[in-house]
């Protein structure tokens, strides 16, 4: 298994360009979750899907974010326009539901985004 | 929505000594605790978990207790190593809703 794969792992990019961020998950999972960190903030909960269908976008900070994913094994993050204060770490998480319980969050390795 | 408190944000403890990190949630709702290690420039990772329907889980040097009624959960880290230094998460809520406390930085001195 290789885990939840995100690309790329570095992204600089100028002021108002739009960015993506890729994400394949584990195969088999039905949840996926985009999370962003910051030193001041921590890990927030961008938004979440549950087989493909956005479920909660609450923690989308505002329009120029938006997540799709248009089938089990594939979920972009963009970003557009981008600004400063979008620096941070992304990272995308996957797991799976079961009755009764479920799986814990499995994490890529992020996406590390400056915006200059 | 679920707010998750986590204290303190930074601990120095000598090897071999316990280190003991605390949290609390406001939703009684939720049922899923999970405690994650971030070692620096690295994703986190999962180290223990609970569930609402269980007070206390162990798994050799690491601990975590959960008291429902308070609306709080510890983690516990026996005889520390210095390969524990990290920062620890915890995060409280339910299947596809988790909320992650601020972090603890760890460090362990040798």
């Known amino acids: 298994d290789a885990g939840v794969i995100q690309s790329p792992r570095h992204e600089v990019t100028e002021m108002g360009q739009e960015v993506t961020l890729r994400c394949k998950p584990i195969?088999?999972?039905?949840?996926l979750f985009w999370y962003r960190q910051t030193m001041m903030r921590g890990l927030e909960l961008l938004i979440y899907?549950?087989?493909?269908?956005?479920?909660?976008d609450s923690g989308m900070p505002e329009d120029r974010f938006s997540a799709k994913m248009p089938n089990a094994s594939f979920s972009t993050l963009k970003i557009q326009p981008s600004e400063p204060r979008d620096s941070a770490v992304y990272f995308c998480a996957s797991s799976l539901s079961y009755s009764p319980g479920f799986t814990p969050l499995h994490f890529g390795n992020g996406t590390r985004l400056t915006v200059t | 929505g679920e707010n998750v408190e986590q204290h303190p944000s930074t601990l120095s403890v000598q090897e071999g000594d316990s280190a003991v990190i605390k949290c609390t949630y406001s939703?009684?709702?939720?049922?899923?605790f999970p405690w994650y290690k971030q070692e620096l420039g690295k994703r986190p990772q999962l180290i223990i978990d609970i569930r609402s329907n269980v007070g206390e889980k162990k798994d050799q040097r690491i601990a975590v207790t959960l008291n429902k009624t308070a609306k709080h959960f510890s983690l516990h880290i026996t005889e520390t190593q210095p390969e524990d230094s990290a920062v620890y998460f915890c995060?409280?809520?339910?299947?596809?809703?988790?909320?992650f406390g601020k972090g603890t930085k760890l460090s362990v001195k040798p």
């Open positions: 995060a409280g809520g339910s299947q596809g809703n988790l909320i």
């Open positions: 195969s088999g999972h039905d949840y």
């Open positions: 939703d009684s709702a939720s049922n899923y």
């Open positions: 899907f549950n087989n493909n269908v956005p479920i909660d």
